[in-house]
């Protein structure tokens, strides 16, 4: 058997970023992220809620500054998937499926730092 000859980092389609750190709300509930891409977000879940295998809907979405501002979210609408649970560490490894045109504006506009053309707040 052939081994890769590349490193797991090197075949990622999008780069991960650990700051800043990202409020997402599913279901009501606000979760913050540990990293994320476009791909995927890995995010805080002390008690557990998101089992592996769910489905979800991210509805808003808040960069660091309007989370500590106590601004509304963002209105976006992300669809994904939990694709592991870690108990141990307390956090949930979700795979996006989709991202809609306001949650892409706002996720560029952080990674490229500049000021995103932001959707309709929830």
Known sequence: ???P??????RRR??????PQLYLRIAGAVY????WSYG???IEDYDGHLP?????QIDGLADEETY????PPYQVDIRARVVRVMPERQHAVLSCLKIDDAAYRI???IENETPAVMAGRA
């Open 52 to 56: 592996t295998g769910a489905l979800l």
């Open 5 to 10: 000859t590349r490193k797991t980092e090197d």
């Open 40 to 42: 995927g977000l890995v």
């Open 14 to 19: 999008h780069d991960r970023r650990l700051q």
């Open 1 to 3: 058997m052939k081994k």
């Open 107 to 109: 996720l560029s506009g």
């Open 68 to 71: 500590r501002d106590a601004h």
């Open 32 to 35: 913050r992220t540990v990293e």
